[in-house]
T-cell receptor, first 111, second 114 residues
Framework: KQEVTQIPAALSVPEGENLVLNCSFT??????LQWFRQDPGKGLTSLLL?????REQTSGRLNASLDKSSGRSTLYIAASQPGDSATYLC??????????FGAGTTVTVRA | GAVVSQHPSRVICKSGTSVKIECRSL??????MFWYRQFPKQSLMLMAT?????????EQGVEKDKFLINHASLTLSTLTVTSAHPEDSSFYIC??????????FGPGTRLTVL
């Protein structure tokens, strides 16, 4: 069974600092990996999707890397802003197309 | 992107009553919808997968008689929590799939059972 772990569970940084969020998974036979953002009491917004054959994806200030062989992905958020405060979830899609989620990293960016 | 809605966004009910949550894909047809449950500071746990016109497939440990899922049309799936108890209080999120590799998530429903 796929286990997805996110470290740290919570992170607080001053505005402008770069953020590094880590995700690890136990079964490297994945189809793709996706990073989501979840605001309090809300649903999920997809940020980046990395196919298993890719090493990274970028969108604006966000960059996600994937090392499938070691079962790791990292989400980088450059020059953080208070609006980046949210919970970030990592999810891996197996070859049966089901998503397995980590518990998330809750980020607070202080103004 | 595709939009998925849920109704209601919040519901409070008394123990022993049943609660129905609707999930709609607003601008696309979804042959497959998913229901997740999320406890505070925990990951989303898949409860069941529903395919239009057929019975839902429940994950191990999820009581199908307690969590009734109906996927009557290509744009609507419902989750009914029967005889709800305080331990059923949680955040329920639905998701609809547009392809094998892309899912869109609803805004969630906060259920509180008193």
């Amino acid at each position: 069974k796929q286990e997805v772990t996110q470290i740290p569970a919570a992170l607080s940084v001053p505005e402008g600092e770069n953020l590094v969020l880590n995700c690890s998974f136990t079964d490297s036979a994945i189809y793709n990996l996706q990073w989501f953002r979840q605001d309090p009491g809300k649903g999920l917004t997809s940020l980046l999707l990395i196919q298993s054959s890719q090493r990274e994806q970028t969108s604006g200030r966000l960059n996600a890397s994937l090392d499938k062989s070691s079962g790791r992905s990292t989400l980088y958020i450059a020059a953080s802003q208070p609006g980046d405060s949210a919970t970030y979830l990592c999810a891996v899609r197996q070859n049966d197309y089901k998503l397995s989620f980590g518990a998330g990293t809750t980020v607070t960016v202080r103004a | 992107g595709a939009v998925v809605s849920q109704h209601p966004s919040r519901v409070i009910c008394k123990s022993g009553t049943s609660v129905k949550i609707e999930c709609r894909s607003l601008d696309f047809q979804a042959t497959t919808m998913f229901w997740y449950r999320q406890f505070p500071k925990q990951s989303l746990m898949l409860m069941a997968t529903s395919n239009e016109g057929s019975k839902a497939t429940y994950e191990q440990g999820v009581e199908k008689d307690k969590f009734l899922i109906n996927h009557a049309s290509l744009t609507l799936s419902t989750l009914t929590v029967t005889s709800a108890h305080p331990e059923d209080s949680s955040f329920y999120i639905c998701s609809a799939r547009t392809s094998r590799i892309e899912q869109f998530f609803g805004p969630g429903t906060r259920l509180t059972v008193l």
